[in-house]
């Protein structure tokens, strides 16, 4: 018998694909959490991984091919970019995820063979611009990126291990989220948003929150333990706060899933390798609507109940939960807070305070780092931090462990400041400087320009240690735990099930937020009321002119205005009356002589 010569070509054709399927992976999972006072919160995290091998096949099943191509062009080992629309409010408890500023931020990691970092800076923001619909062209540029030392470390391994690299970060405090962002961003799961956990996502019902982040980024990980693999990964996540108050007569009201994203599961994602959704523990007490025979097993006490979407109905999502509504307690807040403030008066000069915010009962360790952009040139000579005990009132004057200023240039570079610092335990770090506003040409105001210009939130960052990390799982509710996504971990599922903490837990990254500064402003109303008055009285005098040079005048008698209509009918009918007489008593005389004759 002979055999075809294309079996042995498509046995191994479908072993290539069968290994590449297999070394991509695709994780979905959903995180829900009541955080009090009426809040829900959402967080979608969709994680793909693929091996090295995979990576440099040029083929993906799973991955986004443009992302993928736009790192390889511009030699970038990682990126993050995240897209918020609000702020997130300390009533709601620590950070369960991690939590972008206002507006649009942006930073990426350059490999060494990068030939000109700030031109591949310059394409890649471009690239990403073009991707997601967003204003990032705008950063392109010197003036609007920095690259700070220690706030923006590697989240993911470099490409070569015994070169460092070179960071770029950037923010665009005016940049809000909206569907046009969300669109494209959908596109890039595997399922998009037909199928999977990506189909509850509804702009019209998403945009009805208090608080909505959209995120994604790709790094290198680890695949094994000791890292002999490396690995390709792309995080995409949407974080979405829902104030239910808004949404039902009463914050106790039941709710669903349905109720709140308005959409239906509408079945299981064949790419993916999981897809879970994890009900979080609250302080109020909550109901499972769910079979318990369907519920996960999760050791880990900050999870209510996990559920895998295999073993769901599509009718899942319209399950009423219900919460007793009660308060949260003190614990809610988390152990450091920031705020920014702008200080001063008038058109010259003004300042910024910042205030960090110690609730722990230990020193910290921690890293700021703010922008300055061009138009605010700070002058260093006033910058002062102390620390401030809240019971006594007590100001102590404190010297940072490193620090590192970059002044502004004008319409060339941007400035920052980048400190490491010992938070004091229990109290309040305040850091404070003088800039002067630097006048803006007529052209470089923005639409509104009375509105006033945006600063760039501040970064401040710090690690736990295992120790720390205890003691505050020990002393808080399970509701107010940590539950940041460690750098290790590319899914909740891998980083709920793990017993033993890893060097890379307990980092924190928080931002203040966006502050606004009036700069002097011209009237452009000015011109504006110049133009329409002149208009206005040329337009006038135009009319006029013009009427009486092009108009034909048609000479007519008229009437006198006193005599009346009724007036000028009786003499007509007067004056009929009057000729008819005559002419009667012409035809009387005319006809006597000859009666006389005949008579004679």
């Given amino acids: 018998m002979k055999k075809n010569p294309m079996t042995g070509f498509h046995l191994i054709a479908f072993l290539i694909f069968s290994a590449s399927a297999y070394c991509e992976n695709f994780d979905e999972e959903l995180l829900i959490k009541d955080l009090g006072h009426g809040y829900t919160a959402f967080h979608f995290n969709f994680a793909a991984t693929t091996s090295e091998s995979v990576f440099h096949s040029k083929h993906y099943n799973i991955l986004p091919k443009s992302i993928i191509q736009i790192s390889e062009k511009y030699n970038v080992d990682e990126f993050h ?93 005016g940049e809000a989220l909206c569907s046009e962002n969300l669109t494209p961003w959908t596109k890039y799961l595997p399922c998009k948003s037909f199928f999977g956990l990506g189909s509850l996502l509804r702009p019209t019902s998403l945009f009805k929150s208090n608080y909505n982040t959209m995120t994604i980024g790709i790094r290198r990980v680890c695949l094994d333990l000791k890292c002999h693999t490396i690995g390709l990964e792309i995080m995409e996540t949407l974080t979405v706060v829902f104030d239910r108050s808004l949404l039902f007569a009463k914050r106790t009201s039941p709710w669903s899933i349905r109720s709140i994203l308005g959409s239906e599961f509408k079945g299981f994602c064949d790419a993916a390798n999981s897809s879970r959704v994890f009900i979080l523990t609250s302080y109020e007490d909550m109901n499972l609507p769910l079979d318990n025979k369907l519920n996960v097993d999760c050791s880990d006490n900050r999870v209510l109940a996990a559920y895998s979407t295999k073993d769901l109905s599509a009718s899942f999502t319209s399950f009423p939960f219900k919460t007793d509504g009660k308060e949260s307690s003190s614990q809610h807040s988390p152990i450091v807070s920031a705020t920014k403030h702008i200080t001063g008066s008038g058109s010259v000069r003004g300042g910024v305070k910042a205030f960090l915010t110690s609730r722990a009962n230990f020193n910290l360790e921690i890293v700021y780092f703010d922008l300055i952009p061009w138009y605010t040139q700070v002058f260093f000579s006033s910058l002062k931090i102390y620390s401030l005990d809240p019971k006594t009132q007590n100001k102590t004057v404190i010297t940072p462990r490193w620090l590192a200023v970059k002044p502004s240039l004008a319409r060339k570079r941007m400035g920052s400041i980048e400190l490491v610092i010992t938070l004091p335990a229990l109290n309040q770090l305040i850091i404070t400087y003088v800039f002067r506003k630097v006048l803006q040409r007529w052209n470089e105001f923005p639409p509104d320009a009375n509105h006033g210009f945006f600063l760039p939130a501040a970064t401040v960052s710090y690690v736990l240690n295992s120790e720390q990390i205890d003691y505050l799982n020990k002393t808080k509710h399970a509701a107010f735990h940590n539950l940041n996504l460690p750098n290790w971990a590319s899914s909740y599922s891998q980083f709920f099930n793990t017993t033993h903490s890893a060097p890379q837990d307990g980092f924190v990254r928080l931002h203040t937020p966006v502050s606004l500064v009036t700069m002097p402003t011209p009237d452009f109303s000015m011109p504006f009321n110049v133009l329409c008055l002149v208009c206005s009285v040329v337009a006038v005098v135009f009319g006029s002119v013009h009427k009486a040079t092009t108009t034909v005048f048609n000479v007519t008698l008229k009437m006198n205005a006193s005599d009346s209509l009724l007036t000028h009918l009786v003499n007509r009918i007067l004056s009929k009356k009057n000729t008819s007489k005559t002419m009667s008593e012409q035809n009387t005389s005319t006809s006597a002589p000859g009666n006389h004759d005949k008579n004679d």
């Avoid at 062209?137 to 003036?143: A, G, I, K, V």
Wanted: with cysteine.
């Fill in 81 to 173: 970019l995240s897209i918020s629309r609000g702020i997130w409010d300390e009533r709601w408890g620590s950070n369960f995820v991690s939590v972008s500023p206002s507006g649009a931020e942006l930073w990426a990691w350059f490999g060494n063979q990068t030939i000109s970092v700030d031109q591949s800076w310059f394409k890649l923001t471009h690239a990403l611009s073009g991707l997601f619909c967003a204003s990032l062209n705008r950063l392109s540029t010197s003036e609007h990126f920095a690259s700070p030392t220690h706030s923006y470390k590697r989240f993911g391994v470099p490409k070569f291990s015994k070169v460092s690299g070179e960071v770029r970060y950037s923010q665009l405090p």
